[in-house]
């Protein structure tokens, strides 16, 4: 069993940065695939990005690409996901969610573990 706590979310202006953490407790973090996936209400959970514990291979969403970057720190079983020039548009609440997996996949059907979320809020 993996237990999964986000951190970092909060509010922020158009053109700033944020920095989510996801640190996993309960079993060995270094292989595993970490998943961060938001979602607004009403719509389903949408992949962001990725990272394979195991090799430090990432993929992210297209939408994504440039802006956000996705590293790890095994130390500490935690999973970052760097956030830059955001837009309104990113105002979502943001998961973290793992499988046993050295694959990044993008569905979120995949993930078998998932944390709380945390809200992440852009203002114009």
């Known amino acids: 069993q993996v237990q999964l706590v986000e951190s970092g979310g909060g509010l922020v202006q158009a053109g700033g940065s944020l920095r989510l953490s996801c640190t996993a407790s309960g079993r060995t973090f270094s292989t595993y695939t970490v998943g961060w996936f938001r979602q607004t209400p009403g719509k389903e959970r949408n992949f962001v990005g990725g990272?394979?514990?195991?090799?430090?291979?990432?993929d992210y969403a297209d939408s994504m690409k440039g802006r956000f970057t996705i590293s790890m720190d095994n130390a500490k079983s935690t999973v970052y996901l760097q956030m830059n020039s955001l837009k309104p548009e990113d105002t979502a609440v943001y998961y973290c969610?793992?499988?046993?997996?050295?694959?990044?996949?993008?569905?979120?059907?995949?993930?078998?573990?998932w944390g709380q979320g945390t809200q992440v809020t852009v203002s114009s």
């Open positions: 969610a793992a499988v046993y997996s050295d694959y990044v996949s993008s569905s979120r059907y995949v993930y078998r573990y």
């Open positions: 990272i394979s514990t195991s090799g430090g291979k990432t």
